[in-house]
């Protein structure tokens, strides 16, 4: 890539913040004499077009009641800073560090006493990014985060003199959609993250979705980084299916997400069984339908769900390659997948791209796909704009995300959940 790239050009787009949360420290005298050390957590959201910092909550509670009306946006100052958590060369680029104030939008309490700090939070927003993309790495890392709390004026409390807290802990980061996935390693050692439904059934067995990442988000072995991280922080590819609307569509759903060594692309072949050898693990140990198994995925993942219908002709209920790659991006070489691989799929195939796509041409790979796929469906669009903000045209997994593509009136988390092996 020339060095004029900018992060919302690249495939697609954790946060390190130090875990270990510390103990409010006594209430401060009405004489001064005794500091007060407070702990806080960073909130974070996964929006579209990837995870933010949303706000901050000092843990407040043990100070005593405080009283609600003397919290005001200025009563702290927040400062961000954001750093690469691996070296950057000379020359390099990465997207997007930072260091700044953050804008405290407001200053609330939450049911359990504590200070929670609204922060001004936006798509495409410097400042609240919990990834950075390195250019030379063609991949988001998770930033090193260092929060900064100033207190401007002292807390009134209901009872007792006014308070002022003379030192801030930092704690972790707190994303309830990415935390609900739980951390494991393949037995030949890829890592992923698995949602599990949250009832699981006396009888019957749950259907499982695999999601399979873009580019952005493998790993950076020549630098020892393989986080398991961004893979559910740099969109809403997999965390779309474990929200409740999801969950009641497909009667409650396993999701899991492996993230591969490299890029899927680089050696499908080799990585599917390895895929499969996860798919087969949760079948074994969880209650997993095995006439239920899904698979999704985007740019380099779209590749990869096309070779997984391929290697695996019957494991499959249905497949969704959204933006998926097809012929080498560099126009160099022989496909990724044949033609005559092509139409050998039998999966229901429903493939979905952007014609503004930049990246992966839709031309030569999603539509050339769907002419070749027997049966398959497909649905193209002219850009990516999601609640009024236009995402760049290889985003168009934002639309899965959010079950927004739909045929003859049937939208595309229910096609999936209505197709049994």
Request: net charge neutral; charged share 20%; aromatic share 8%.
């Amino acid at each position: 890539m020339s060095t004029s790239v900018t992060r919302r050009s690249v495939l697609a787009g954790g946060a390190g913040a130090a875990i270990g949360l510390a103990l409010p420290g006594p209430a401060a005298h009405a004489d001064g004499h005794h500091g007060t050390s407070v702990s806080f957590t960073l909130d974070a959201r996964t929006l579209d077009g990837g995870e933010q910092v949303t706000s901050v909550t000092l843990d407040t509670s043990g100070l005593g009641p405080i009283d609600p009306a003397g919290l005001t946006p200025g009563t702290f100052t927040v400062h961000a800073k954001a750093t690469s958590p691996i070296p950057i060369a000379p020359g390099d680029l990465i997207f997007s560090e930072y260091d700044l104030d953050r804008t405290v939008t407001a200053a609330r309490l939450d049911r359990h006493g504590n200070i929670v700090l609204e922060l001004s939070t936006a798509e495409g927003q410097l400042g609240g990014g919990t990834l950075g993309y390195i250019v030379s790495r063609g991949r988001n890392v998770r930033l090193d985060l260092v929060y900064t709390i100033t207190q401007n004026t002292p807390l009134v409390r209901r009872h007792g003199p006014p308070v002022t807290i003379t030192r801030f802990v930092q704690g972790r980061l707190s994303n309830p959609e990415v935390d609900a996935f739980s951390h494991h390693v393949s037995g030949s050692g890829l890592k992923y993250r698995l949602y599990s439904p949250e009832r699981s059934p006396r009888h019957g067995r749950r259907p499982l979705i695999l999601w399979l990442h873009g580019g952005g988000e493998g790993a950076s072995l020549p630098d020892d980084y393989y986080d398991n991280e961004t893979t559910l922080r740099a969109n809403r590819g997999a965390l779309g299916f474990a929200t409740p609307q999801a969950q009641r569509i497909f009667s409650g759903a396993y999701v899991v997400a492996p993230q591969s060594t490299s890029y899927w692309i680089q050696d499908g072949p080799r990585f599917a069984p390895l895929i499969r050898e996860i798919v087969q693990d949760l079948v074994r140990r969880k209650r997993v339908d095995p006439d239920r198994i899904y698979v999704v995925g985007c740019s380099n993942g779209g590749y990869m769900s096309l070779e997984m219908t391929v290697a695996y002709p019957d494991l499959f209920a249905a497949s969704v390659p959204i933006c998926g790659v097809v012929e080498p991006l560099d126009g160099a070489g022989p496909p990724l997948i044949t033609d005559a691989e092509l139409a050998r799929i039998h999966t229901p195939t429903w493939l979905v791209a952007s014609r503004d796509d930049d990246t992966v041409p839709p031309e030569t790979n999603t539509i050339h796909a769907h002419d070749l796929i027997g049966g398959s469906l497909i649905s193209l669009y002219d850009h990516v704009v999601w609640n009024g903000y236009q995402f760049p045209g290889h985003w168009s997994w934002i639309y899965v995300a959010r079950n927004d593509p739909s045929h003859n009136g049937t939208r595309i988390w229910q096609w999936m959940a209505r197709h049994r092996r």
